[in-house]
């Protein structure tokens, strides 16, 4: 298990900057949501504050995993991009008053622990971009379909032509 552990407060404060790759098998959680395992994520960490003086981190992930189509259960790329605004509470009591006072969903709250892993983070956020229920645009067996039929179709047609 790979970790990447930092004090989240102290990198907030002190604007660190880190970023990473991972291989999707590397992380557990998300290798069983694919179809194969395979893929990198790119990930990259800021610390910083947000406008009302409390620690962030500013985290973006990106990367390619197969998932499978919930329509034709077929393999199915998907690419993650997700940028996250993540404000760092002490607690839970704390969390749920910065979460009131900024009133914004597009800011999560999280706990900022002295020993914070970053690696788990990542997975949580590959995890919460993913689709609930993925599913191709145009299915690729349905793509097909029509061109077999076309080809059945097309010996009668030459017959009904030489009848002709
Ligand atoms: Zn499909």
Same mark, same amino acid.
């Given at each position: 298990?790979?970790?990447?552990? +930092?004090?989240?407060?102290?990198?907030?404060?002190?604007?660190?900057?880190?970023?990473?790759?991972?291989?999707?098998?590397?992380?557990?959680?998300?290798?069983?949501?694919?179809?194969?395992?395979?893929?990198?994520?790119?990930?990259?960490?800021?610390?910083?504050?947000?406008?009302?003086?409390?620690?962030?981190?500013?985290?973006?992930?990106?990367?390619?995993?197969?998932?499978? =189509?919930?329509? =034709?259960?077929?393999?199915?790329?998907?690419?993650?991009?997700?940028?996250?605004?993540?404000?760092?509470?002490?607690?839970?009591?704390?969390?749920?008053?910065?979460?009131?006072?900024?009133?914004?969903?597009?800011?999560?709250?999280?706990?900022?622990?002295?020993?914070?892993?970053? +690696?788990?983070?990542?997975?949580?956020?590959?995890?919460?971009?993913?689709?609930?229920?993925?599913?191709?645009?145009? =299915?690729?067996?349905?793509?097909?379909?029509?061109?077999?039929?076309?080809? $059945?179709?097309?010996?009668?047609?030459?017959? $009904?032509?030489?009848?002709?």
């Amino acid at each position: 298990m790979t970790a990447f552990v +930092i004090d989240a407060f102290q990198f907030s404060r002190l604007q660190e900057q880190a970023e990473g790759e991972l291989q999707v098998v590397q992380l557990t959680r998300l290798a069983g949501e694919t179809v194969d395992r395979a893929g990198t994520l790119h990930w990259s960490l800021k610390g910083g504050v947000d406008k009302l003086g409390h620690p962030q981190l500013l985290l973006a992930i990106s990367g390619r995993v197969n998932l499978v =189509c919930q329509r =034709c259960m077929a393999p199915m790329p998907f690419d993650i991009a997700s940028e996250s605004v993540l404000v760092l509470a002490k607690d839970d009591d704390a969390a749920d008053a910065i979460e009131e006072l900024l009133d914004d969903e597009a800011i999560d709250v999280i706990i900022g622990e002295p020993e914070f892993d970053v +690696i788990y983070l990542v997975e949580d956020e590959a995890l919460l971009a993913l689709p609930v229920a993925p599913k191709h645009d145009v =299915c690729p067996g349905k793509a097909v379909e029509p061109l077999v039929v076309a080809d $059945k179709v097309s010996p009668f047609a030459v017959l $009904k032509n030489l009848k002709q």
